[in-house]
């Protein structure tokens, strides 16, 4: 008995070393180098005007091609409209699983110039933060993603799958340089079983992340305008049948119609661990969240939860008359709806019609207005979801990380039509940071662009690299 115990002993001491060694495998990121690169590759990508219209995006991607091939990796320009070229490289595994795909956007929106403190195309970097368009939306995802998979490169990480590195052209604008014809011209070039991509929202609270959103689902866009028609005449005269008022009183009842709200898997889950973390008299919301009087207060205080749980109407546009003093013959107004992942549009329209109930106004689809296409929610419990929450205990143990279904569209939407599993991620701000996205000042803090390489890294190894 004692003899085979140290039997075992022996073999144990000698293999010990070798396990030791085996564990040690894991690659590991140098942070502080890492913060540094991303940041320097952030503040190049801001520097690079792509204001979409135009875009002008191709500049983006030569930039990011010489700094691929500096590193010892090919890239190939996808120029799907002459001067916009999105960029795809890759880095080969073993193949014994499918490939990952990290990717983002090179456009950005417009500026008003008058409106910032700081030049937006400066990437001026102040109290530890960088100022400039896109430094949030989505040049920050693009920079840490090329950061990500340099390292993969330099470090030698050998891979049980493909890593694809991709850079879009057009999201802003979803034209057709954009990510719809890239899928349809090149999907061999980015067939994947995951994708990481934007779409998350990370929160910072008291200095500290308080949570770390990953993006599964997102409503869908569509447009929809409301057509009123009546008698044209001289405005001395008021007419029963003026097509503005009749615009006026369908707008106000479709802007402010209750429509009805309902959870899906992604939004159940993120209202019960949002419970967990909020103050008691939230926390009693969210765990009640379908209860009519919990809506009112959302309504008020948290419209953006309010949004995530219904198909949402909102009145942007109005359009009539040529003079002051002609009561013009038709008026419209544009409607900017975002639908939940299984609605049924046509229905909704039909039903909308009945909330306004007049038969001089038309509710007539504008479907085309955007391109991004139904698609089912990316799954909870996957490989890469799981790797993710570890990621996120790794760079903030004190926080959680919640699924989010995303009010606003991103490129995700034509991976998940093709059956990968897409999540959004994002670098952590504060709720200040967070409201200069697509707005003036736009900025973030270098030092969560380095916490988020750290978790990006620590997620995309964990699923990519052999074990």
Not at 167 to 195: H, I, N, Q
Not at 208 to 232: D, Q
Request: glycine fraction near 6%; charged fraction near 25%.
């Amino acid at each position: 008995m004692h003899r085979k115990i140290w039997t075992l002993a022996a073999v144990f001491a000698f293999l010990n070393p070798w396990i030791c060694a085996h564990a040690a495998e894991k690659p590991v990121l140098n942070g502080e180098k890492a913060q540094a690169e991303a940041a320097r590759f952030l503040a190049d990508l801001i520097r690079i005007d792509t204001q979409d219209p135009p875009g002008n995006e191709s500049r983006v991607a030569q930039y990011l091609q010489g700094v691929l091939k500096d590193a010892g990796v090919e890239a190939e320009l996808l120029e799907t409209v002459p001067g916009r070229a999105s960029i795809v490289a890759r880095l080969k595994g073993d193949g014994s699983k499918r490939p990952l795909l990290l990717m983002g956007h090179e456009d950005v929106v417009p500026v008003d110039r008058s409106r910032w403190t700081v030049d937006p195309f400066a990437a001026i970097e102040r109290d530890g933060l960088i100022y400039g368009r896109g430094a949030s939306d989505d040049k920050a995802m693009v920079a840490a993603n090329l950061e990500v998979f340099l390292q993969l490169k330099r470090l030698q990480v050998p891979l049980a799958r493909d890593v694809i590195f991709l850079s879009e052209a057009s999201e802003e604008m979803s034209s057709p340089a954009g990510m719809k014809t890239v899928v349809e011209r090149y999907w061999d070039k980015l067939d994947c079983e995951f994708a990481l991509n934007e779409g998350g929202g990370s929160l910072i609270e008291n200095g500290k992340i308080k949570y770390m959103g990953v993006g599964t689902s997102e409503k869908l866009p569509r447009g929809a305008k409301l057509e009123a028609t009546g008698s044209s005449g001289h405005g001395s005269i008021p007419r029963v049948d003026n097509a503005v008022v009749h615009l006026a009183a369908a707008v106000q009842k479709a802007g402010t119609w209750e429509t009805p709200a309902r959870l899906n898997e992604t939004t159940s889950e993120f209202f019960q661990r949002l419970a967990t973390i909020s103050p008691p008299e939230e926390a009693a919301w969210y765990r009640d969240v379908l209860n009519p009087k919990v809506q009112e207060q959302l309504r008020v205080k948290k419209p953006q939860y309010y949004s995530m749980l219904r198909t949402s109407v909102v009145p942007t546009m109005l359009s009539a008359g040529i003079k002051s003093n002609v009561i013009p013959p038709s008026a419209e107004a544009t409607l900017d709806i975002r639908a939940l992942p299984d609605e049924d549009l046509a229905k909704f329209r039909e039903t909308l019609a009945g909330v306004i109930n007049d038969p001089q106004v038309k509710v007539v689809a504008e479907d085309a207005t955007y391109s991004m296409v139904p698609a089912p929610p990316s799954r909870l419990h996957t490989e890469m979801f799981d790797a993710l929450e570890r990621a996120q205990k790794e760079v903030a143990p004190e926080a959680i990380t919640l699924p989010l279904m995303g009010t606003g569209a991103t490129d995700s939407s034509f991976l998940r039509a093709h059956g990968v599993q897409a999540y959004g991620i994002g670098v952590p701000k504060t709720e200040d940071e967070a409201r200069t996205v697509h707005g003036n000042d736009e900025r973030i803090e270098v030092k969560q662009l380095g916490i988020f390489v750290r978790f990006e890294f620590s997620a995309v190894t964990a699923v990519a690299a052999r074990k």
